[in-house]
């Protein structure tokens, strides 16, 4: 806060069309933190539906229109468009903006000692077009028809008959690609060339690591949606049929269309991506998890060669097994061997990674800081999403289990209790470091520990539903006898819903409130950590480092013997030397 | 603040920033158009019938504009060289044709969709027109950029010439694999579309 | 079977298949218990055992036994054996090879459209009717053509599906419309329907009963209530049927 910049900036070149990494970095999170909330607040909406189904919604049901939600009971069409959006803004708004473009941003040029990002108007430009796409998808819900209904994987033909809402989503999610297009190039470019001297790659942090693996992946993926997303819009707009076959009867008429495509077509262009996607999700995750861990176990992470190896082998294996989420399609034993192998070995990288992570623990002293009780329960809540990915990924029960609940438990385990309290963990991690003030310990614990039980509630019950039977994307589970029998299980999960969005809000009080008045932190590393963000002045100024830092050592020398400081941060010549002020 | 690797190259890739970086944008283009060739080849594959091109399409129209863009790479490299031989105005000249070439190339293009038009054939029509369209479109969208990358270089950015030629050098030396890879996304269309 | 049981597990399984699918499932859930109970009680001791206190200081070597990589090794072999041993016979079996119709005990054509489950059978003759897209109507769901002399005495229903027990079933999915997946939770037999393409599914049912057809692919506003029901009958029970939905057919022929 002390030095001001000498650099003479207007408050809007330096606040809304900045190019420091850090406000574009801060800027994504704020966007991505409320987009986070709000595709939050459209499950909570959606969960009353699926608790008290033809209710009306109490308190808030009035102030739907008679298109959405008439007498405030929610119709159909309005919950297909809640859950396919809360699934696109999740994805796509949330979890990897926030991911990648607020932690990616603003924290991986400071570890790797670099002044910038190495394109830093391309930065500008790539969050400005997440912006548009974010306000096209959320302009979508007024056009006539409302937003998107066809989920968040718009399989043809239904999205190709679907309401205007669907054009603007295709719309949204190409500026959405092409932002992360521009993002990746410039973390790539940024990690292999702006390392400052003596930062060789086998000392990076993981968290670098990871975001190198991620940015290849949306590198390369994404152009495949791209070419799905372009297809569909000429489908929509220009009367092609790429996704069409010839014959199809719509309400008893016959669809004037010229026919002869395919709609598994669209189902391989989007899983191509779809599937690395969600390696995106919880690479910068893992990432995170990872230096919150070293930091607070005071010794290195054990198998930092192996967990770099598995994080690269996973980038590699996730462009093979697309066709997993596509066994049900009608395929041949040849393709589902093929897949269903693919699968199994991509499991294998995951075990050594969260092995590693466990195994970490062992030898430390350990720390209970609120970064690190997040970290500690990702690596459960992950271990149970990824167990439960195996079924699923083996073709044979994945007959009883696929378009059920259970997967819909599989992936929330490894994006909300995984991903999304990673990036607390991260939050809570950098906080003092962004805004040079402590977030509130109380408040974090109780944060912690009320969003712990409450989304085990929400998603626990619904492997057994999807046990049962139930499938997902219901607008009323309790059609279907099976679906009656576990109705109460629904009940459970909503109630527990409701209580985590309760929960968030010791989050968003000790969030805002320690902006303006949490303590100041002391010192430049207040949690005494080993990486090159804490040898920054805090916060960093505009071209970080005052001086360019010289890397001598490894990511995370803790408790080296020895020494006498517990920790020896990368840039310290002698270890002997104090390290650090502590 | 200074940003490392702008001009000189990193001694491990051996690439100045922004080269590294326009392969990698090309690396994430092959992506793109292998994903839409590869959905020509499973939708021709499961077609019940498939015209072939060059009943429908217009090949002489065709042919010209593969030379005329195969001329406009060769130019495009030229201007790069001139630069490199401290030849500020031949590097206007043969910038100066490269754009030429594009525009001539979208002209021509112009012509054959309206003719298709005319006829009454639009991507509404066959499933072979309609990757037809998709595709040269994009294409056409590309050589758009180009357009205006290259115009740039050669208007407003010139002047970056005179402040620091190698950093210019090396913007057209990238555009100019950005031009070659579009010309190379043609010459993979045009048996691809019309003669096969 | 009246009074189906659905409860917290698996649904009950009238199919003859379906113990496999079962076994593979319950086997996996087995393992993964004892993984993560394992990995649970291991991070549970470390985390007392290594919390920070005065006086305790950290060990930079950490874990130094290669029980972990024993470990993947098992995790990758049990993997491998319930790939190769179990999942790929059973789908080989199950969905790529159809028994051929003269082995079976009934042929039967199933059609999904927006919102509602078709079903077509071939009659006494065996054969199924032409049917063409431009004859569909109110009356005529598949657009039977009543000139084809095979249609004569095909059977269509909506949303009824009956069959035999105890013989093999050799049904024929596709849709109208959109993509739909036929999906019987009892008979644990999922395919989806995908407009365009006919896929062959078999089964072969082991008790009577009733019990339902659900659609479990996101198909419109309609999806959640794409509902058919199934019977299971005994042979008799079924010729019945059989013999009374041809009355119904031509009664109704007569009426138009
Ligand atoms: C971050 C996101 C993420 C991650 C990491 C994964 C990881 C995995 N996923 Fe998942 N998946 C999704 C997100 C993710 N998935 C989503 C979003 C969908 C649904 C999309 C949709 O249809 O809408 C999906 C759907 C999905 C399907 C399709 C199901 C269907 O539709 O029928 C399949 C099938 O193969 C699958 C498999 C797997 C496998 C094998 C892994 C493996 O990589 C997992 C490997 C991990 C392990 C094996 C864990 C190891 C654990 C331990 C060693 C125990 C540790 C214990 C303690 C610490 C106590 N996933
Ligand atoms: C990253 C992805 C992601 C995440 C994090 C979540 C999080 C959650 N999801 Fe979702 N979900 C999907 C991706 C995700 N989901 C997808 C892809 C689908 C499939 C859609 C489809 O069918 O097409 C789906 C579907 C889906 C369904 C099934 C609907 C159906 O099939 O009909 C349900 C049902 O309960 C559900 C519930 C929830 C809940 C309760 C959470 C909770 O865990 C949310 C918890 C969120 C938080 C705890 C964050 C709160 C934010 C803050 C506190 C920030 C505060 C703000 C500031 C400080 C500014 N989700
Ligand atoms: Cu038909 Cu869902
Ligand atoms: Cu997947």
Redesign the pocket.
Known sequence: MSDEHHEELSWVRKYVFSTDHKVIGMQYGVTALLFLFFGFCLMMLMRWQLAYPGEPIPLIGSLFSDATAPGGVMLPEFYNQLGAMH?TIMVFLGVVPLAVGAFGNYVMPLQIGAPDMAFPKLNMASYWVYFIGGAVMLASFFVPGGAAQSG??SYPPLSNLASEGQTWWVVGMIFLIASSLLGSVNFIVTILHLRAPGMSMFRLPIFVWSQLVTSFLLLLAFPALQAAGTLQLMDRVFGSSFFLPSGLVVGGEVLAVSGGGSPLLWQHLFWFL?HPE??V??LPALGIVAEVIATNTRKPPWGYRSLVYSMIFLGFMSFIVWA??M?MTGMGTTMSNFFQTT?MI??IP??VI??AM?ISLWGGAIRFTVPMLFALAF??M??I???T??P??LATP?IH???TYY?IG??HY??AP??IFALFAGVYHWFPKITGRQMNQTLGKLHFWTSLVFINGVFMPMFWQGMAGVSRRLYDQTFYAHGAAVQDLTIISSVSAWLLGLAQLFFIVNFFRSIFAGPKVEDDNPWQATTLEWATPTPPPHGNFPVTPTVYRGPYEYSQPGVEADFTPQDVADAKMTAGKA | MEIPHVVEVHPETGLANAKLGLWLFLASEVMLFGALFSSYILLRVAAVEWPAGSTILNVPMATFNTLVLIASSVTVVMSWASLKMNDFAKYKVYMGITIACAFIFLIVKYFEYTAKFDHGLSPASSTFLAIYFTITGLHAIHILGGIVVNGYLLGPGARMWKTDPEQFTGRVEAAGLYWHFVDLVWIFLFPVLYLL | MENVMYGWWLPPDVSTHGHQIDFIINFLHWFMLV??VG??VF?AIALVKFRARPGHKADPSGVTSHLSTYMEIGVAVIEVILLVGLSIPTWAEQKSEPPAEDEVGLVVRAVGEQFAWNFHYPGPDGRFGRTDVELVDGGNPLGLDSKDPAAADDITTINQFHFPVGEKVLLYLSSKDVIHSFSLPVMRVKQDAIPGMTVPLWFEATETGSFEVGCAQLCGLGHYRMKGYMTIDTAESFAAWMKEQAELASFEDDYY
């Open positions: 699934g968040w994987t779809a969600v390696y999700l919880i997993h989420h066994y699968t991509i499991s995951s075990v969260l092995t466990v690596l459960p992950f271990g999403g990824g167990l990915g195996l699923l990924g994945d289990l696929h378009d997967v599989h992936f490894v994006v995984g991903t | 993984l993560f990995w649970g991070m």
